[in-house]
């Protein structure tokens, strides 16, 4: 079974706090992804890596950078946390190239007062 | 951009009933498309996809149809069960040209009793 994990499940940050959200995949997949969910939008993409070191923008990568530095792993950063980046944050997976299905992780539920 | 459209947002159906979810995807280049199931608290995780190369796709009670001429795709759930109750996402992929997943807004599904 693919395991994707999630640092923390539940966060409470302030505004203009720097925020690293964890994500590590068991499985040597090959690409990465970081969603947001909320109500009514469905999951927006914010960034992706498809090999370590590389990295692309998704929908609304505004705010938001990221760093994979493993395979494994592909970390979500938020420089400067802002009211409306509170939110839950979804970490997701696929095996390769032509293989479509993604495994998402547990979320992050993020709080920014 | 492109954009996955999904309806109805809510629905609700006696148990044994039949469920039908909408889609329409704008990206012609789409070639991969596929479902998410949400449970309440629970990652998303794929319940059944279909590629551009075939029409329907059947799995028990589950079935996906796609018209490509109309960017139209539906899920379809027969002899509904409580345990079907769960947020639903469409999905539009372009698995040769990128990697990115257009999810739609959701659709809750309640099954009752």
């Known amino acids: 079974d693919v395991k994707v994990t999630q640092s923390s499940r539940y966060l409470v940050k302030r505004t203009g706090e720097k925020v690293f959200l964890e994500c590590v995949q068991d499985?040597?997949?090959?690409?990465m992804f970081w969603y947001r969910q909320d109500p009514g939008l469905g999951l927006r993409l914010i960034y992706f890596?498809?090999?370590?070191?590389?990295?692309e923008k998704g929908d609304i990568p505004e705010g938001y950078s990221v760093s994979r530095e493993k395979k494994e792993r592909f970390s979500l950063i938020l420089e400067s946390a802002s009211t409306n980046q509170t939110s839950m944050y979804l970490c997701a997976s696929s095996r390769t190239y032509t293989d479509g299905e993604l495994f998402f992780g547990e979320g992050s539920r993020l709080t920014v007062l | 951009g492109e954009n996955v459209e999904q309806h109805p947002s809510t629905l609700s159906v006696q148990e044994g009933d039949s469920a039908v979810i909408k889609c329409t995807y704008s990206d012609s280049a789409s070639n991969y498309f596929p479902w998410y199931k949400q449970e309440l608290g629970k990652r998303p995780q794929l319940i059944i996809d279909i590629r551009s190369n075939v029409g329907e796709k059947k799995d028990q009670r589950i079935a996906v149809t796609l018209n490509k001429t109309a960017k139209h795709f539906s899920l379809h759930i027969t002899e509904t069960q409580p345990e079907d109750s769960a947020v639903y996402f469409c999905?539009?992929?372009?698995?040769?040209?990128?990697?990115?997943?257009?999810f739609g807004a959701g659709t809750r599904l309640f099954v009752k009793a």
């Open positions: 890596s498809y090999d370590v070191k590389m990295k």
């Open positions: 499985m040597d997949h090959e690409n």
């Open positions: 999905a539009a992929s372009t698995l040769t040209g990128g990697f990115k997943t257009i």
